[in-house]
């Protein structure tokens, strides 16, 4: 069993800034795989980036050069820096990581972006 727990999200202006931070429990994280997604209502959920053990990135195409993904193994933590943010960006932000056997998601942080 893995938990993974969102935090960091909120109100915030266009041109803004924010930081996401997904916790996770357990001592195998530093092996695994995680990812950020985001979902706004009526659409479907999008890969936003991706981050692999060994601390490789990858982006979605319209967050590219804007946000930045990165991981603490030693605080078992993964984080989504996320600049110039535009009114697009409005969605749900979750974690997840995934592997042989498992898939699990954290509850989700809510980031709205609006004048």
């Known amino acids: 069993q893995v938990q993974l727990v969102e935090s960091g999200g909120g109100l915030v202006q266009p041109g803004g800034s924010l930081r996401l931070s997904c916790a996770a429990s357990?001592?195998?994280?530093?092996?695994?795989?995680m990812e950020w997604y985001r979902q706004a209502p009526g659409k479907q959920r999008e890969l936003v980036a991706t981050?692999?053990?060994?601390?490789?990135?990858g982006y979605g195409d319209s967050v590219r050069g804007r946000f930045t993904i990165s991981r603490d193994n030693a605080k078992n933590t993964v984080y989504l820096q996320m600049n110039s943010l535009k009114p697009e960006d409005t969605a749900v932000y979750y974690c997840?990581?995934?592997?042989?056997?498992?898939?699990?998601w954290g509850q989700g942080t809510q980031v709205t972006v609006s004048s």
């Open positions: 357990g001592s195998i994280f530093s092996i695994k795989p």
């Open positions: 981050i692999t053990s060994g601390g490789s990135t």
């Open positions: 997840r990581t995934r592997g042989n056997g498992y898939d699990y």
